[in-house]
């Protein structure tokens, strides 16, 4: 059982000044929008939040795009707590009321059932796949009909690495697609944007990051991060890696089936 029943936050007061977002973080998320048909008139977007810089950038993108692009679309989020210790995502709920942004708040002891659920996934896989399930269910209880994640280009070549090393295929995390139920619409708006700018526009922004935003995953070395750094050293000595990635990876990113 949950420690406490999902939390609605539905705030309709007077909602904080827009951030400024730079052109440079603008331009690659306005292109993937545009490429993959990410968002069309009258669609509701509910942004997973996990309080990660990316996420939280991902918000203020979406939330100045929401303002300023010729297409309408309402903006919701939503925070999945799995109740792992030291992850404390609750402060996200002053911070997105301020906003003025309608905020579900998730908290459910996906930790814990992961002890005596869990087969052969590792953590990651079976939380990420609980957390997905919860996302969607949201998103039919609240009536939105995509919902928007927050990995970038970075996280693309690292699962596209691991898959091609590992499970000896190509494959990565898709831009935008349908789940299998046909009733929700998944897009990455960031698939096209580097990590390092996400960094930098939460911290030139001082945006509420939460420490460790999945902190199961930082305890511990693991493959992704092998990856990271694998990718890091490269692009050291070939400061054109990721665009030759994405040029790779492109064809992947609208590839028929889910992730």
């Known amino acids: 059982m949950a420690k406490s029943s999902p939390i609605t936050e539905d705030y309709r007061g007077d909602a904080a000044p827009l951030l400024k977002v730079p052109k440079a973080i603008l331009r690659p998320v306005g292109r993937a929008i545009a490429d993959f048909d990410m968002i069309r008139e009258g669609d509701r977007v509910l942004l997973g939040l996990s309080g990660g810089k990316d996420s939280l950038s991902l918000l203020h ?16 989020a939503l925070t999945v707590d799995p109740q792992i210790e030291g992850f404390h995502p609750e402060t996200l709920k002053d911070y997105l009321a301020q906003l003025g942004i309608p905020y579900f708040f998730e908290s459910q002891p996906i930790a814990e059932n992961a002890k005596s659920q869990m087969k ?7 939380c990420s796949r609980i957390k997905r399930g919860i996302m969607y269910a949201t998103c ?46 998944i897009i990455r708006p960031l698939v096209y944007s580097r990590e390092r700018q996400t960094a930098d526009f939460a911290n030139q922004r001082i945006l509420p990051v939460i420490p460790d935003s999945c902190p199961a995953c930082f ?22 890696l990721f665009k030759s990635l994405m040029t790779a990876m492109r064809p992947l990113y609208s590839k028929d089936g889910a992730d």
Do not use: W
Not at 219 to 230: G, N, S, W, Y
């Open 61 to 76: 993108i979406l939330r100045h795009l929401q303002r300023h692009a010729p297409i309408r679309f309402e903006l919701g």
């Open 120 to 126: 052969n996934d590792s953590f990651c896989a079976y």
């Open 140 to 185: 039919r209880r609240e009536g939105y009909n995509v919902l928007a994640l927050a990995q970038h280009l970075d996280d693309l070549a690292e699962s596209f690495l691991m898959s091609a090393f590992r499970g000896g295929q190509l494959r990565t995390m898709k831009a935008c697609y349908t789940n299998r139920e046909g009733d929700v619409r």
């Open 219 to 240: 305890a511990m070395p693991t493959e992704r991060d092998h990856m990271k750094q694998l990718l890091a050293q490269e692009e050291s000595h070939n400061k054109q």
